[in-house]
């Protein structure tokens, strides 16, 4: 049990008092000294005990101290002068108990040569608060912890990158969300769980990269490929994209010169042909990085250190080498996009298909569905093609899409059809197809000649250009 005595006056101290008797902690034991707190005689919880006394007498102090060891003493008064006397006193009583001043009246010099003190000054205090009120400001916890920002709050605004995405989808590498707020209430949350507007992150981790996550969150859309990383990689291995290597910088140079301030990282592996490496390394520039590998051991590692020291965030690539070097797994991992180059170049698209799957899914991609459509300048349709016409339960997803177009000021058009989606996705032309990134893609094997599930064609039908966006498994 610590005993705790409050030296109290005036309209703060009120309230102070009125806080600790409602907020009680059971193993403190409070004594409340003034001259003007009889008001709260008979209204102060049992652990708050009310002595009515001159807190600025010496023998009636001495007198206090002597009767209950107090571990704390709290001075919370409205006059100086009173304070200052306060404070004599306990240093002729005892020097070494722990004080907490409020300082409320700008004054440098109380308190200062006083030995184990605490101050706290109103108007910094009041001001700090208020501070963090300002837009653009992440809130951060002063008295917690290592008390360097390690702790911060961060409010999502309606067209953040970060707006309906699943949490499992985040890579939250050096930070962690703990916690989310929403409507007044507290969710812990879990991957599937999604952020919405207007919620509140409480997310730990080291301040520099909180920072970091702070800026990101108050992104608006349009920043792609954030908030999985900011720049583009693209890996070119020439066991099976030399003869296209050029088409597929082309394609990556023309997205980046649709991107803000994104640079584009060319990764070279299994070169065999130095004229083309010498013709590749004419493209390099100020945002253009082409380097080659010429081992052909350890290359998932490098890929995969590439990815975390140039802050990837988009990683293009064809589907064989997608599918060499356990590359898809690793990606998977990282929760990096992942373009998939087609037969048709990214210049040639028009549309951005998504083809109808399960609501979290769709849920969980449609935020970055709508930031690349948006970047590309693309339309962006919303494909329902179901062979038993089960068209109802996809209610709420559309729903879900349509307050999108809403918020993103973007149209969409949806079409419902009672049809194999793989086969009408293979009737159209010059599309980008948008789908999740799941674990399991399948592209060998007879499951394709009996399933109409998107992930087992993904890798199949190589027509179309695709964007896999990393997917949240749930717990379950």
């Not at 994104?262 to 082409?290: A, Q």
């Not at 394709?448 to 027509?463: E, G, P, V």
């Amino acid at each position: 049990m610590k005993n705790i005595l409050i030296l109290a006056d005036g309209h703060i101290a009120n309230y102070f008092i009125a806080w600790v008797s409602k907020n009680r902690v059971a193993q403190n034991q409070y004594y409340v000294t003034g001259n003007q707190m009889t008001q709260f005689s008979d209204k102060l919880g049992k652990n708050v005990t009310f002595i009515n006394a001159d807190p600025t007498s010496f023998s009636k102090l001495s007198r206090i101290m002597a009767e209950t060891k107090f571990s704390n003493i709290f001075i919370v008064m409205e006059e100086r002068e009173d304070a200052y006397y306060v404070l004599k006193n306990i240093s002729l009583i005892n020097t070494k108990i722990r004080v907490v001043l409020l300082n409320q009246w700008e004054d440098n010099e109380i308190g200062k040569d006083q030995e184990n003190i605490t101050i706290i000054h109103t108007a910094s205090l009041l001001s700090a608060h208020l501070y963090d009120q300002l837009p653009n400001v992440p809130l951060v916890a002063q008295n917690i912890g290592l008390r360097q920002g390690e702790i911060m709050e961060v409010h999502v605004p309606f067209g953040s990158s970060y707006a309906y995405r699943h949490i499992g989808s985040i890579l939250q590498r050096k930070w962690k969300i703990a916690a989310l707020y929403r409507d007044e209430k507290q969710i812990l949350p879990t991957n599937a769980t999604m952020i919405k507007p207007n919620d509140t992150l409480l997310i730990l981790g080291k301040p520099l990269v909180l920072d970091g996550v702070y800026r990101s969150i108050n992104k608006r859309i349009g920043l792609f490929p954030e908030p999985f990383g900011k720049d583009i990689y693209l890996l070119l291995d020439f066991r099976y994209d030399k003869e296209e290597a050029f088409r597929y910088l082309k394609e990556a140079l023309y997205l980046l010169e649709k991107l803000e301030e994104k640079s584009l990282f060319v990764r070279i592996i299994y070169p065999d042909d130095f004229h083309i490496l010498e013709r590749l390394k004419h493209y390099e520039s100020e945002n253009v990085t082409i380097c080659v590998h010429y081992q052909n051991e350890d290359v998932r590692q490098l890929i995969e250190y590439d990815i975390h020291k140039y802050n990837i965030g988009l990683v293009m690539n064809s589907i064989p080498a997608f599918e060499a070097e356990n590359l898809k797994g690793t990606l998977y991992e990282l929760k990096k996009l992942v373009y998939l180059f087609g037969t048709k170049t990214l210049m040639e698209i028009q549309t951005s298909v998504i083809l109808m799957d399960e609501k979290e899914k769709m849920e969980s991609i449609s935020s970055t569905a709508f930031d690349i459509t948006e970047t590309l300048g693309l339309a962006l349709m919303l494909a329902d093609f179901d062979p038993e016409g089960d068209f109802e339960h996809k209610a709420t997803t559309i729903e879900h899409y349509e307050t999108l177009t809403h918020i993103f000021n973007m149209e969409i058009t949806i079409e419902q059809k009672i049809a194999n989606p793989i086969r009408e996705l293979s009737k159209m032309d010059n599309i980008l197809q948008i789908a999740p990134f799941e674990e399991r893609l399948n592209s060998m094997g007879i499951r394709k000649f009996i399933s109409s599930k998107i992930q087992d064609f993904i890798l199949t039908i190589d027509k179309h250009s695709k964007l896999l966006i990393p997917f949240a498994i749930t717990d379950s």
